[in-house]
């Protein structure tokens, strides 16, 4: 089982991107799969999660809320992190993770089992 998440860079206050998480090994439609993110210095923390297929409920981290979108692409296996009006406040380290439960989302780092490489976004004022 892999992980595989790409999108990060550079960009300007203001600006946007999307990033990517594919994922291989076993299909993860019935899992939470959520979006982390850590800036030097600091804990790893919730930034996004999207509910097994089924359920259309998304969860975000009030710092987040408005500004980012997380979808997913079954066919494709693959969980996205649209982010727009971004700011110096979200320059980070993004690492997508899939929670080995399904029946309640988790926003604890620990409780997630598998991790993408994470994808450095930086964001200039």
């Known amino acids: 089982v892999q992980l595989q998440a790409s999108g990060g860079g550079l960009v300007q206050a203001g600006g946007s991107l999307r990033l990517s998480c594919a994922g291989s090994g076993r299909t993860f439609s019935e899992y939470f799969m959520a979006w982390f993110r850590q800036a030097p210095g600091k804990e790893r923390e919730f930034v996004a999660a999207s509910s097994p297929a089924g359920s259309r409920i998304d969860y975000y981290a009030d710092s987040v809320k408005g500004r980012f979108t997380i979808s997913r692409d079954g066919a494709k296996n693959t969980v996205y992190l649209q982010m727009s009006s971004l700011n110096a406040e979200d320059t980070a380290v993004y690492y997508c993770?899939?929670?080995?439960?399904?029946?309640?989302?988790?926003?604890?780092?620990?409780?997630?089992?598998?991790w993408g490489q994470g994808t450095q976004v930086t964001v200039s004022s």
């Open positions: 993770a899939k929670d080995p439960t399904r029946k309640k989302l988790r926003y604890g780092a620990p409780a997630y089992d598998y």
